[in-house]
């Protein structure tokens, strides 16, 4: 969970500068090589921008303001406002708010509210839904929706809220509270805005999940972009209609993109000086005690609780049947196979661009990065709408072929893998590489022996979250799996999609139980970046 945005990195910058002394360590195939490398990768991230781009001008003008500006549109963008509109302030209330009574405030049972709190994050937003239609099955339409949505998305603004006033020093609360400021003062006035980056970051992130949501809001019967793009493709390959709305869907992410960094502001957040850092000092909550700890098990029961429960009690309700191994097994397969290959390849091609980006820092490393991360922001939708047409124009041979699956894989969660071996790489000297080339060892057998070895934790790190991402992938599995292809993903989507709510249960499950490590790992990591 998700996610898929490039964390601020004055520190990777500035970790590569060696005052001016030594020389730069050899890259391990050349400078030529090692961009070549990157640059093919930006090329290729552009696949699904360049689709976009080419099929509006290929419908021709006339036709494409036709099919944009009509009544179907206009009620597909009016749910889409109305849905984030409600939907991100709700998850910058509930994840600031419990980042603070977690971080801030004397709460009993912190350390485990911290956890809870991050848990719904291991069930995809489709198997919520498919909970909470088990539990209410009249629910429909946008206030469905926002439930749905809230209670899947929250975490996004927790996590990195929550690691934020872990990071932040306490002295600068601790001196507005000498000048007379109350609590809620304090918070408003100075630990608020401090929030800012990690506000606007998760706001961001809720957002384009809403955009490329496509299972959750399907089930419901509310209908937004991505719902309506799967349906135009199901009636009509490929589709003039399908495709024009799918320029819409990438437009509106471009918006997003664009909103949330002129929402960063160019304000310093940073603690510059000597000196260990203040221990925060936690509010007694007093008599808000108790309601504090019954809002946090109310959010967490609607979050995780109900969800986990209808999983369960429809596992128990199918018996032994519905584990059948020539059923789930094939599924259980295929997915681990999917996410290890997918993970692998993902980090592999990371390399290249992370490399430059921390050992050769430039604006041509920035433009190569920041290619990779607007394609991730693109719904599955449209970048598998990408491929299937791709394929079957350019290359007929490789449609519905696992190496198209595990390309679109690797297009969409590749900042994941980037961010995290770009960490890794900051944190791995390069003098330590210099030392080794020096020494007579050739800068290949440098790089795997130094700069691997030490980068590898963080490496591994951003393969486990890719992993993630792909056994919870559905709209781009569900368009380019091979034939006979089962995931976990798209057997529980099968047979949920035909009220078939106990042959989809051990799929649910299933999915659940490989998420929770993982989001527990993105939740410590976190951690660690906020240097705790």
């Not at 004055?10 to 090692?34: D, E, M, N, Y």
């Not at 090329?43 to 009509?70: C, E, H, K, N, Q």
């Not at 429960?309 to 681990?336: I, Y």
Request: aromatic share 10%.
């Amino acid at each position: 969970m998700s996610s898929n945005l490039p964390a601020s990195g004055p520190q990777l910058a500035g970790s590569t500068t060696t005052a001016g002394r030594g020389k730069r360590p050899r890259p391990p195939f050349g400078v030529s090589t090692v961009s070549l490398l990157a640059v093919l990768t930006a090329l290729f991230s552009l696949v699904p921008l360049g689709y976009v781009v080419y099929m509006t001008v290929a419908t021709g003008w006339d036709t494409a303001v036709g099919l944009i500006f009509r009544p179907r549109v206009g009620e597909l963008l009016m749910n889409t406002i109305l849905l984030t509109v409600i939907t991100v302030p709700a998850c910058l209330i509930l994840g600031v708010g419990g980042a603070w009574l977690v971080e801030r405030t004397k709460l009993r049972g912190h350390r485990w509210w911290a956890v809870a709190l991050a848990a719904p994050l291991a069930i995809p937003a489709f198997v919520n839904s498919y909970s909470w239609v088990s539990a209410v099955p009249s629910l429909e339409g946008i206030w469905s929706g926002v439930l749905i949505a809230t209670l899947s998305y929250f975490p996004l603004v927790y996590i990195p809220a929550a690691a934020t006033l872990g990071r932040l020093d306490p002295a600068i609360e601790q001196s507005a509270a000498s000048l007379g400021l109350g609590p809620w003062a304090v918070f408003f006035r100075v630990v608020l805005p401090q929030l800012r980056i990690a506000m606007s970051g998760g706001a961001l992130l809720v957002a384009l999940h809403l955009l490329a949501e496509y299972g959750a809001f399907a089930m419901i019967r509310f209908d937004t972009f991505t719902t309506a793009i799967m349906v135009q493709f199901q009636s009509t390959f490929n589709g003039t209609a399908g495709n024009m709305l799918a320029s819409v869907l990438v437009f509106l992410c471009l918006i997003l993109l664009v909103l949330e960094v002129r929402s960063r502001g160019n304000a310093r957040y940073a603690r510059i000086g000597s000196g260990a850092q203040a221990k925060a000092i936690r509010l007694p909550l007093g008599a808000y005690q108790v309601p504090a700890q019954l809002g946090l098990l109310a959010l967490t029961v609607l979050a995780f609780g109900v969800p986990v429960w209808f999983v369960l009690r429809w596992v128990v309700a199918g018996g032994s049947e519905v584990w059948a191994a020539d059923e789930f097994l094939p599924a259980l397969l295929q997915t681990l196979v999917y996410g290890a290959v997918g993970a692998l390849v993902t980090t592999i091609v990371a390399f290249p661009m992370a490399y430059l980006a921390v050992r050769r820092p430039s604006w041509f490393s920035k433009m190569l990065e920041l290619s990779n991360y607007v394609t991730s922001s693109l719904p599955g939708i449209v970048v598998g709408l990408a491929f299937v047409t791709v394929s079957i124009r350019a290359v007929p041979g490789i449609y519905q072929t696992a190496g198209v699956l595990i390309a679109a894989y690797v297009l969409l969660f590749l900042p994941r893998a980037l961010v995290n071996i770009r960490s890794g790489l900051a944190q791995a000297p390069k003098e330590l590489d210099e030392a080794a080339q020096s020494l007579g060892k050739a800068p290949l057998v440098a790089f795997f022996r130094v700069t691997l070895r030490l980068s590898a934790p963080a490496a591994a790190g951003g393969a486990a979250l890719v992993f993630l991402a792909i056994v919870n992938e559905l709209t781009a599995t569900l368009l380019l799996s091979p034939n006979g292809t089962k995931t976990l993903a798209t057997e529980f989507w099968s047979k949920s999609s035909e009220i078939d709510y106990t042959g989809a249960a051990p799929y649910a499950l299933l999915m659940i139980v490989l998420s929770a490590p993982m989001t527990y790992l993105l939740f410590q990591q976190s951690k660690k970046v906020a240097g705790q």
